[in-house]
């Protein structure tokens, strides 16, 4: 079975950070893009980043400068280290393959 756990959400002040993971298994993690989806309230899903196969990273204007993807094909994880939170970050997070598979998701929730 494919799974995609995600991880690492919480509660923040503005300005806070966070760091998500997401551990991946039952296909072959090293072969596929992967993306962090978020949704918000009343509002769509959002990708947030992609990072390509091969680590190339990819940012919405939202979150460029302050949010840094990464991957670790050998361990089958990918993660997303959030920095300077703002309020409107706050939603449901999830890992995702991009176009295939989608992960249970993470609360993030920047608040003072």
């Known amino acids: 079975d494919v799974q995609l756990q995600a991880s690492g959400g919480g509660l923040v002040q503005p300005g806070g950070s966070l760091r998500l993971s997401c551990a991946a298994s039952?296909?072959?993690?090293?072969?596929?893009?992967m993306t962090w989806v978020r949704q918000a309230p009343g509002k769509g899903p959002e990708s947030v980043s992609v990072?390509?196969?091969?680590?190339?990273?990819y940012y919405a204007d939202s979150v460029r400068g302050r949010y840094t993807i990464s991957r670790d094909n050998a361990k089958s994880t990918l993660s997303l280290q959030m920095n300077n939170l703002k309020p409107e970050d706050t939603a449901v997070y999830f890992c995702?393959?991009?176009?295939?598979?989608w992960g249970k998701g993470t609360q993030v929730t920047v608040s003072s």
């Open positions: 990072i390509s196969h091969d680590g190339t990273p």
């Open positions: 039952g296909f072959m993690f090293g072969d596929y893009d």
């Open positions: 995702a393959t991009v176009a295939k598979y």
